[in-house]
T-cell receptor, first 113, second 110 residues
Framework: SAVISQKPSRDICQRGTSLTIQCQVDSQVTMMFWYRQQPGQSLTLIATANQGSEATYESGFVIDKFPISRPNLTFSTLTVSNMSPEDSSIYLC??????????FGQGTRLTVV | GEDVEQSLFLSVREGDSSVINCTYTDSSSTYLYWYKQEPGAGLQLLTYIFSNMDMKQDQRLTVLLNKKDKHLSLRIADTQTGDSAIYFCAEKGSWGKLQFGAGTQVVVTP
């Protein structure tokens, strides 16, 4: 299995500010994914982050709002920019392991006030 | 609407079996997954099944896959109070992306 550590686990932020979420994996992985889980909802994929290339964003998500870095095979960051209360969600990092299993971090619970 | 559908709620008595159902639409899905989410926690991978399999058993968990009907189920034997959680099914599509269902809230009563 793969162990994923996300930081911070939770935060309360002022509107208009930005928050960077870190995702660290205990093994090298090719594909990393960022998901959003709005309150009481299911998970929605924000983007796919591969090392050495630009992240690929899903419909409805843009790089200016959610810039992503993937500097190496064990680490990625997601920034939530210019936050508004509508950005209050759980943000989860996920990795694909051995091309079969998909593991998730514990998530970052973000509240924007 | 969502491509992966689940019933939203299931109530089960402790000691009974729980069956959570899921339907999906992508016939090219390679793997299908079941995740458990407890309050305030992330997603825990419970089990997964390859699309060319019909059944997979792992201790108290049994996954059944009917590929013709695109129907997936998770059976939890001898359900315990610790099994109370939200259960998500997900299908793996192209480029490793997962498409999730809305989640089934399972409540285990004494």
């Amino acid at each position: 299995s793969a162990v994923i550590s996300q930081k911070p686990s939770r935060d309360i932020c002022q509107r208009g500010t930005s928050l960077t979420i870190q995702c660290q994996v205990d093994s090298q992985v090719t594909m990393m994914f960022w998901y959003r889980q709005q309150p009481g909802q299911s998970l929605t994929l924000i983007a796919t982050a591969n090392q050495g290339s630009e992240a690929t964003y899903e419909s409805g998500f843009v790089i200016d709002k959610f810039p992503i870095s993937r500097p190496n095979l064990t680490f990625s960051t997601l920034t939530v920019s210019n936050m508004s209360p509508e950005d209050s969600s759980i943000y989860l990092c996920s990795v694909e392991h051995t091309n079969t299993e998909a593991f998730f971090g514990q998530g970052t619970r973000l509240t924007v006030v | 609407g969502e491509d992966v559908e689940q019933s939203l709620f299931l109530s089960v008595r402790e000691g009974d079996s729980s069956v959570i159902n899921c339907t999906y639409t992508d016939s090219s899905s390679t793997y299908l997954y079941w995740y458990k989410q407890e309050p305030g926690a992330g997603l825990q991978l419970l089990t997964y099944i390859f699309s060319n399999m019909d059944m997979k058993q792992d201790q108290r968990l049994t996954v059944l896959l009917n590929k013709k009907d695109k129907h997936l189920s998770l059976r939890i034997a001898d359900t315990q109070t610790g099994d109370s959680a939200i259960y998500f099914c997900a299908e793996k599509g192209s480029w490793g992306k997962l498409q999730f269902g809305a989640g089934t809230q399972v409540v285990v009563t004494p």
